[in-house]
């Protein structure tokens, strides 16, 4: 059971838009700042969105990130068959001492 | 540009330890937190923890206290991780990542490409 809690899968049509949720609490996303990460298939994952809502150079702005409270949303516009790929929201949590970690959101483009 | 190359895979048996490398490249070492993210066979991932080496304190998460150790060795900018009592439910990739900062309050910019650890009889 994850501390974050994520939807296991979300899916669109190409050219569309999916939003990911990302639900924590007062000690995580209340409090902190939320990454965004996607994992291709067989890859490492890769940073998509820091510090709530800032894209690293290199990733287009298909992709968003929101933050309200205690819960975070990445947003996927344009949706492309290569934005398929498990999505992961991620922060740290100072009642656990630890980086918290959703369960994953698998995208699927129909 | 910031490299992370780690060991290669592992095969072990249950009740063995295993110790897996990830040398850094690139940038300053010293200044930035590093912490071990592991993922099981179609599963989520989880932050076992991390260090910030120019601190030399790992902060451990709970679930892998007494069985975890991280350290660095700044001569060779190479970060370890070892994990001890291993069980068929270590078997996993387990990856190194690079922190923005120097505390994980920051965000994992670099990933290694992970090494295979499976534990089997």
């Known amino acids: 059971q994850s501390v974050l809690t994520q939807p296991p899968s979300v899916s669109a049509a190409p050219g569309q838009k999916v939003t990911i949720s990302c639900s924590g609490g007062?000690?995580?996303?209340?409090?902190?700042?939320v990454s965004w990460y996607q994992q291709l298939p067989g890859t490492a994952p890769k940073l998509l969105i820091h510090?709530?809502?800032q894209r690293p150079s290199g990733i287009p702005d298909r992709f968003s990130g929101s933050k309200s409270g205690t819960s975070a949303t990445l947003g996927i516009t344009g949706l492309q068959t290569g934005d398929e790929a498990d999505y992961y929201c991620?922060?740290?949590?100072?009642?656990?001492?630890?980086?918290?970690f959703g369960g994953g959101t698998k995208v699927a483009v129909l | 540009q910031v490299h992370l190359v780690q060991s290669g895979a592992e095969v072990k048996r249950p009740g063995s330890s295993v110790k897996v490398s990830c040398k850094a490249s690139?940038?300053?070492?010293?200044?930035?937190?590093l912490s071990w993210v592991r993922q099981a066979p179609g599963q989520g991932l989880e932050w076992m923890g991390g260090?910030?080496?120019?601190?030399?304190?790992?902060t451990y998460a709970q679930k892998f206290q007494g069985r975890v150790t991280i350290n660095t060795d700044e001569s060779t900018t190479t970060a370890y991780m070892e994990l001890s009592s291993l069980t068929s439910e270590d078997t996993a990739m387990y990856y190194c990542?690079?922190?923005?900062?120097?505390?994980?309050?920051?965000?994992?910019?670099?990933w290694g490409p992970g090494t295979l650890v499976t534990v089997s009889p």
């Open positions: 690139g940038d300053n070492f010293r200044r930035f937190a």
């Open positions: 007062s000690s995580n996303i209340g409090k902190h700042y």
């Open positions: 510090d709530d809502a």
């Open positions: 260090i910030v080496p120019v601190f030399a304190t790992p």
């Open positions: 990542v690079r922190y923005s900062g120097y505390d994980y309050d920051t965000f994992p910019d670099y």
């Open positions: 991620a922060t740290w949590d100072s009642s656990l001492s630890a980086v918290v």
